[in-house]
């Protein structure tokens, strides 16, 4: 999965309560974001590991950490 800048992620955290962060510039390892509602970059950078394409794990169970790409 290839993270580009100006996609938007989804919380998985439930009570993040479907917060979302939109990518602002993409590095080796971490991305830095802000956040899709108001443009307010988070305070940390985001590891590239923690953003995911589907909402459930290989497993078959719902992603309860990190984020899911909410639109291509």
Do not use: W
Request: charged fraction near 25%; aromatic fraction near 4%; glycine fraction near 8%.
């Amino acid at each position: 999965m290839a993270v580009e800048v100006g996609q938007v992620y989804r919380s998985c955290k439930p009570r993040d309560m479907g917060f979302r962060i939109r990518i602002v510039e993409v590095g080796e390892v971490t991305v830095r974001a802000v956040s899709a509602s108001n443009g307010r970059p988070l305070l940390n950078r985001v590891r590239i590991r923690n953003l995911h394409q589907s909402p459930i794990t290989q497993t078959g169970r719902r992603r309860t950490a990190g984020y899911v790409l909410s639109r291509p």
